[in-house]
Nanobody, 117 residues
Framework: QVQLVESGGGLVQAGGSLRLSCKASGRTFSSYTMGWFRQAPGKEREFVAAINWSGGNTYYADSVKGRFTISRNNAKNTAYLQMNTLKPDDTAVYYC??????????WGQGTQVTVSS
């Protein structure tokens, strides 16, 4: 139905930066929220950031606020997560999420982010 593909993950030293991208394809529609979640081994999935269709409303987990910035380019059906001042605790698989007003949700396959000390 809707396919989400994340990219941009990798290995980075503490204090470094990465930019994740999430490209949506297949079934397309407007007025959907996009977000990022992450999951470390042995831990529950946690919310990271979200952005509404217009980009006028953004939300961040307390653990990343001030360091991460979420944005989107609707013409490219793509969301981004700029991650600065990365910490070892940021190490996780990062998943892109699309949430429609209808309640339907779609998930990407995830991209690994590893932050070394």
């Amino acid at each position: 139905q809707v396919q989400l593909v994340e990219s941009g993950g990798g290995l980075v030293q503490a204090g470094g930066s990465l930019r994740l991208s999430c490209k949506a394809s297949g079934r397309t529609f407007s007025s959907y929220t996009m977000g990022w979640f992450r999951q470390a081994p042995g831990k529950e999935r946690e919310f990271v950031a979200a952005i509404n269709w217009s980009g006028g409303n953004t939300y961040y987990a307390d653990s990343v606020k001030g360091r991460f910035t979420i944005s989107r380019n609707n013409a490219k059906n793509t969301a981004y997560l700029q991650m600065n001042t990365l910490k070892p605790d940021d190490t996780a698989v990062y998943y892109c999420n699309v949430h429609r007003q209808s309640g339907n949700e779609y998930w990407g396959q995830g991209t690994q982010v590893t932050v070394s000390s």
